[in-house]
């Protein structure tokens, strides 16, 4: 998954250290399953074999995949899992960024189209409908990989621990003297600085940000986020993040605010129990705006830091 993982136990005394030994193991098991950078996982053997035949996986694969599409259908198709031809043109994949022509971008996205990813759930088979055709996880796999590290823990009886995958985070129960873990939102233009500070309980919440893999041509900044809708990438938000019941639901709602934009993207969550978000436009911190759900603040505890809401 590109990332560090951390996971934190507190109150188990001895049992700590097997206890996260078998949640790291799962997800590494959930890794090798969706990793599209790795030839023998089964997101790569499901975009080798688009449109020639299909592909049997594993449940947990069929159950990342049903997410996605259930949440592509949610938010209009902001969120497209098809992305990766477009991904790859735009040098993401690889680290190797260029802006390309506006024809070849127009072919490109004709590959681009959810509908077209079939699932047999009773069979647990996939089908993508067209050579060229490519799916990538990334923006939900990891957070499905810290829900079932969650579910490790807890069915060895852990209570109270936090599990950090790259900024997808889940907090159960509490740390020691307190009632909630607390969470740094980081400043989407200084790194130095926090933008505010969740306090979380029981909770799942992950970030998406234009400073995390960009590039930029003459003083723009192209990022990483991409409109599946334009084949270019999101240039009015900043970062969004998501408060949810599960680390999926937040990993892949965070990326699907850009493409939406920031008055559909708060409505969704406004209609989305257990959801909460906190999105950040503009393009620098000159015009910097912090927009936040009803939630925050009222059920989810939360501090600003006034500065960044002018």
Request: hydrophobic share 40%.
């Amino acid at each position: 998954m590109t990332t560090i993982v951390e996971i934190t136990v507190v109150g188990n005394s001895g049992k700590s250290n097997s206890d996260i030994d078998m949640a790291f193991k799962e997800i590494e098991r959930i890794d090798r399953l969706m990793n599209v950078y790795s030839e023998d996982s089964e997101i790569s053997r499901i975009n080798n074999k688009a449109g020639i035949e299909t592909v049997k996986v594993s449940e947990d694969t069929i159950n990342v995949l049903t997410l996605a599409l259930n949440l592509a259908n949610k938010t209009e198709g902001a969120l497209d899992i098809t992305i990766a031809p477009l991904i790859n043109l735009w040098g993401f994949g690889d680290d190797k960024h260029e802006i390309p022509p506006n024809d070849i971008i127009a072919k490109t996205i004709k590959f681009v189209d959810y509908t077209r990813l079939k699932l047999n759930s009773q069979e647990n088979t996939v089908f993508l409908h067209e050579k060229g055709m490519k799916i990538d996880v990334s923006g939900i796999a990891k957070g499905y990989a810290v829900d079932r590290a969650i579910q490790i823990l807890k069915e060895r009886g852990v209570k109270n621990f936090l599990v950090n995958a790259g900024g997808d985070i889940y907090a159960s129960g509490k740390p020691p003297g307190k009632d909630f873990w607390t969470i740094g939102i980081r400043h989407p233009r200084d790194s130095s600085k926090l933008l505010g500070v969740l306090k979380l309980k029981d909770k799942a919440v992950a970030t998406s940000g234009d400073y995390e893999n960009y590039f930029e041509v003459d003083g723009v900044r192209y990022c990483h986020i991409l409109n599946p809708r334009t084949g270019f990438p999101v240039t009015d938000i900043m970062s969004a993040t998501i408060i949810a019941d599960t680390t999926a639901e937040a990993d892949a709602l965070a990326t699907a605010i850009f493409p939406m934009g920031a008055d559909k993207g708060m409505k969704m969550a406004e209609e989305m129990p257990g959801v909460e978000v906190i999105i950040v436009t503009g393009l620098d911190e000159r015009n910097m705006k912090i927009l936040k759900s009803s939630g925050i603040g009222e059920v989810i505890p939360a501090e600003f830091n006034m500065e960044c809401n002018r």
